[in-house]
């Protein structure tokens, strides 16, 4: 990757209103196969403050690696989006997109289950094939698909991100990081200090 790639940095549940989908060919190019097991990783983010959620979004692990980022609001020139979803998420992209919402004022909690690769392809299919959320749907949107996979169906809908996220630690084999960083809540500083960090191989 190279230096100063561009990088648009927002908190929380924000409407992408430049709708600059990547063609399938880019989307195509941009597939990346993770070697580990096929899983599920629900990222919430929280306000270091009030406590309270503030955005949603679901790494799928299948026949390939993607983020749903239902209206979502971090984007990278490197990183393809075509209806809320972001490809080519290999580990460096993994770590840049969660960095990229922790910050002093926000934390992250990172969620991940193992699943098989029938319930991997299926969450993969659906995201794919969601299209773009409405600003503020992002949980709504996100819990809607997962109560869709087997093994899923305890999760009610909701249109809190602290809800799902309970609901999903509830689930048998989940483990839970947390993810905290003193960044400076200024998109800017934020921005300058990630993109040398992104450009290194």
């Known amino acids: 990757m190279a230096a100063g790639l561009a990088l648009s940095l927002l908190a929380g549940c924000a ?15 941009a597939a ?6 096929p899983a599920l990783t629900l990222f919430t983010m929280i306000n270091n403050r009030s406590g309270a959620g503030a955005h949603t979004s679901l790494m799928v692990n299948g026949s390939q ?10 984007r990278h020139s490197a990183v393809p989006e075509r209806g809320d979803v972001l490809y080519g998420i290999t580990p460096r992209i993994e770590d840049f997109y969660a960095r990229a919402h922790a910050r002093e004022t926000f934390h992250v909690v990172i ?6 690769p029938e319930v991997a392809e299926k969450a993969l299919q659906l995201v794919t094939t969601n299209g773009p959320v409405a600003q503020s749907r992002c949980t709504a949107s996100t819990a809607a698909i997962l109560r869709q996979l087997p093994g899923f169906e305890s999760i009610s809908g909701t249109w809190f991100p602290k809800n799902l ?10 483990t839970e990081t947390k993810l905290f960083e ?13 993109e040398p960090a992104a450009s290194r191989g």
């Open 15 to 29: 409407s992408d209103t430049s709708p600059n989908d990547a063609t399938p060919e880019e989307v195509s190019r």
């Open 32 to 37: 990346y196969r993770h070697d580990g097991p």
């Open 65 to 74: 690696r993607v983020v749903f980022d239902p209206a979502g609001s971090v």
């Open 111 to 116: 969620q991940r289950i193992e699943v098989s």
């Open 165 to 174: 996220s309970d609901q999903f630690g509830q689930l048998p084999g989940v």
């Open 182 to 194: 003193t960044d400076s809540d200024d998109k800017r500083k934020a921005i300058e200090a990630f």
